[in-house]
């Protein structure tokens, strides 16, 4: 499997629907990879070092079954993977580690941050007080 997020700068061929086949094609075959709801987000965790389960649930508050369905999701398409580890007294338990395709969405993730900091709620809220 081949995944990419970055954006190509070709035009739109006359003729073609646009959407398919025209500017950031590289984006939409990104968002179909990391699109679903909560997904980016724990792969933002994980990049962070929150790696156990428990780890990532706390942080962003997801339900048990919502988790572990993004995180299934995840590692079946090679942007996460799990590694079994134990605690001293304790059962084997699993981690999310980031593979390269994870860490290639660090600049992304960066640029989303940018992104909502300056035209997020609060951006919006400053620029029109300026």
């Given at each position: 499997m081949h995944y990419?997020?970055?954006?190509?700068?070709?035009?739109?061929p006359a003729?073609?629907?646009g959407a398919s086949e025209g500017l950031y094609r590289g984006a939409d075959l990104c968002i179909a990879?990391?699109?679903?709801?909560?997904?980016?987000?724990?792969?933002?965790?994980?990049?962070?070092?929150?790696?156990?389960?428990?780890?990532?649930?706390?942080?962003?508050g997801l339900s048990?079954?919502?988790?572990s369905d993004r995180l299934q999701t995840?590692?079946?398409?090679?942007i996460l993977r799990r590694e079994s580890y134990r605690e001293p007294?304790?059962?084997?338990?699993e981690r999310y580690l980031p593979t390269e395709a994870a860490e290639a969405l660090v600049p992304v993730l960066r640029a989303m941050d940018e992104w909502g900091r300056r035209y997020?709620?609060?951006?919006?809220?400053?620029?029109a007080r300026s």
């Open positions: 990419s997020c970055a954006m190509t700068s070709r035009a739109t003729g073609s629907d990879q990391i699109g679903e709801k909560w997904s980016l987000l724990i792969v933002r965790e994980v990049l962070a070092g929150n790696t156990k389960f428990s780890e990532i649930r706390a942080a962003l048990h079954d919502v988790l995840l590692v079946q398409r090679l007294g304790s059962r084997v338990r997020g709620a609060e951006g919006r809220r400053k620029a």
